[in-house]
Nanobody, 124 residues
Framework: QVQLVESGGGLVRTGGSLRLSCAAS????????MGWYRQAPGKEREFVAA????????YYADFVNGRFTISRDNAENTVYLQMDSLKPEDTAVYYCAASSTHPPSSWYAEYDYWGQGTQVTVSS
């Protein structure tokens, strides 16, 4: 069992930055690939980024276009999403998720555990 708690969301202006964190419980964090998803009002949940168990390889959705960076600290049981050059269309609830699938998938059904989400709002 893995419990995930996101933090770091908030209100930011267009072009600003935010760093999301996701703290995981349990001693098996390093055996899970980790992902970030987001869901805007009236839209389906969409893949943002994922990172493998070791943190060596990251995967991004096309819309990220170099603006976001996913990383992890296995000693701290934490995964991060650094978001720069934010746009109003990035407004959504952001979720972190843990997957036992390797390499990590962009398909949400491959993720076993989910956090409660953190709101990101980008004003124009």
């Amino acid at each position: 069992q893995v419990q995930l708690v996101e933090s770091g969301g908030g209100l930011v202006r267009t072009g600003g930055s935010l760093r999301l964190s996701c703290a995981a419980s349990g001693r098996t964090f390093s055996s899970y690939a980790m992902g970030w998803y987001r869901q805007a009002p009236g839209k389906e949940r969409e893949f943002v980024a994922a990172i493998d168990m070791s943190g060596a390889t990251a995967y991004y959705a096309d819309f990220v276009n170099g603006r976001f960076t996913i990383s992890r600290d296995n000693a701290e049981n934490t995964v991060y999403l650094q978001m720069d050059s934010l746009k109003p269309e990035d407004t959504a609830v952001y979720y972190c998720a843990a997957s036992s699938t390797h390499p990590p998938s962009s398909w949400y059904a491959e993720y076993d555990y989910w956090g409660q989400g953190t709101q990101v709002t980008v004003s124009s």
